[in-house]
Every structure is written in C-alpha cells, then in structure tokens.
C-alpha cells in the first residue's frame, strides 16, 4: 500500500508512488516517508542526465520513485549512515524534468523550486517535500540500511538506495500548483 493515512492526520507515503498518491497530498500536508528511495545530488544527477544523453538506463527504476537529496557522511561502526539531512533542492533543477518525464513521482529536499520544476510537477503529477535542514544527524535515525548502486567514485554524492523508517517531510508543492512557501509569505508580504 504506497500511502498509508495515520491517525493524527499525517499521511505516510511507500514508494513506488502512484498518480493517486500524489493526487491526494496537498501543498503543507505533512508526511512521512517509509521504503525504499534514492539518495541522489548534484553530481550524481549531472551524471544521469548524461547517461540519458547517451540512450543508457538509468541505475534505478524512476516509476513511482522517490529521490531524497542528500549525500550522507560515512557511517560510525554501528550506524547504517552517517549525517543524512536534505541539500538545497534548486541545485537540482535543471536536471529535474528530465527525471520527473520518466516517472519520479516525489522529491526530497530543502528550499523553493525554480518555476521550470513547479510546471513539470504538475504536468507529470509529482510533487515536491521538504525535510527538516540542518537536521542531518536526526534525519540519519530514519535510515535503516543503505547501499551504493551506481557512482560510487563520487564518495558521498553516489547514488544510493536508501531504506527509510518514517522521514518527516512537509509536502512543499503539489501536483495542482499550490506551493506552501508562496502561501507562507503571503501575510509577511502583505505587512511590508
């Protein structure tokens, strides 16, 4: 079952996602993240956009998936990870059409979205959430396994599957348009 409504209102989202997924989320529904997701950033996504290029497969399939940017420190013995806490999420936009074309139905990170990747959100119904920034050791606590599957050379930027258990997230920017930041400032704006 990828969503799973708990009873204090969040909604917990198992990947592979689907159009009814995203469909039933809201710009500022809160959310947690269970299963299976990819932990990708800069390089990495520089990378896949070039294996596309190429006419290669991606390392992951991107039907449902859910990419979390982040590039976790190494792993202290006992801990699956290291410091797994979200990476501005801007850095990644001119790679995230392409991604969202494929099927990527959800995207983990940290601050807005450029306009180009709120259009595609909606046109491929995908959305956008936000993790808790500068919480990277907390958020780590939500990691139960990890493995690198592809770019390994990149250390802390390959691209890795990561098993979650319950990543809070805030649903930024949903498959309509709404974008919780925009809303957020309004009466900050109407003040000034």
Same mark, same amino acid.
């Given at each position: 079952?990828?969503?799973?409504?708990?009873?204090?209102?969040?909604? #917990? =989202? *198992?990947?592979? %996602?689907?159009?009814? &997924?995203? @469909?039933?989320?809201?710009?500022?529904?809160? +959310? /947690?993240?269970?299963?299976?997701?990819?932990?990708?950033?800069?390089?990495?996504?520089? #990378? =896949? *956009?070039?294996? %596309?290029?190429?006419? &290669?497969? @991606?390392?992951?399939?991107?039907?449902?998936? +859910? /990419?979390?940017?982040?590039?976790?420190?190494?792993?202290?013995?006992?801990?699956?990870?290291?410091?797994?806490?979200?990476?501005?999420?801007?850095?990644?936009?001119?790679?995230?059409?392409?991604?969202?074309?494929?099927?990527?139905?959800?995207?983990?990170?940290?601050?807005?979205?450029?306009?180009?990747?709120?259009?595609?959100?909606?046109?491929?119904?995908?959305?956008?959430?936000?993790?808790?920034?500068?919480?990277?050791?907390?958020?780590?606590?939500?990691?139960?396994?990890?493995?690198?599957?592809?770019?390994?050379?990149?250390?802390?930027?390959?691209?890795?599957?990561?098993?979650?258990?319950?990543?809070?997230?805030?649903?930024?920017?949903?498959?309509?348009?709404?974008?919780?930041?925009?809303?957020?400032?309004?009466?900050?704006?109407?003040?000034?």
């Amino acid at each position: 079952m990828p969503t799973d409504p708990l009873p204090d209102g969040r909604t #917990r =989202l *198992i990947p592979p %996602l689907t159009d009814d &997924d995203v @469909l039933a989320l809201s710009a500022g529904d809160e +959310v /947690i993240v269970r299963g299976r997701v990819i932990a990708a950033r800069d390089a990495a996504h520089a #990378r =896949l *956009i070039e294996a %596309l290029d190429r006419g &290669d497969p @991606l390392p992951f399939d991107p039907l449902g998936a +859910v /990419i979390y940017y982040t590039g976790p420190t190494p792993e202290r013995p006992g801990n699956p990870i290291g410091s797994a806490g979200p990476t501005t999420a801007s850095r990644m936009d001119r790679y995230t059409p392409r991604l969202l074309e494929l099927g990527v139905k959800a995207l983990i990170g940290k601050g807005g979205r450029g306009p180009q990747v709120r259009d595609a959100l909606v046109r491929h119904g995908a959305v956008y959430l936000a993790a808790l920034g500068g919480a990277g050791a907390l958020a780590a606590r939500s990691v139960h396994a990890q493995r690198v599957i592809a770019f390994e050379d990149l250390g802390p930027e390959a691209i890795r599957e990561i098993e979650l258990d319950d990543l809070p997230a805030w649903v930024i920017n949903d498959v309509r348009g709404a974008d919780m930041y925009a809303v957020a400032a309004e009466p900050w704006r109407a003040r000034t």
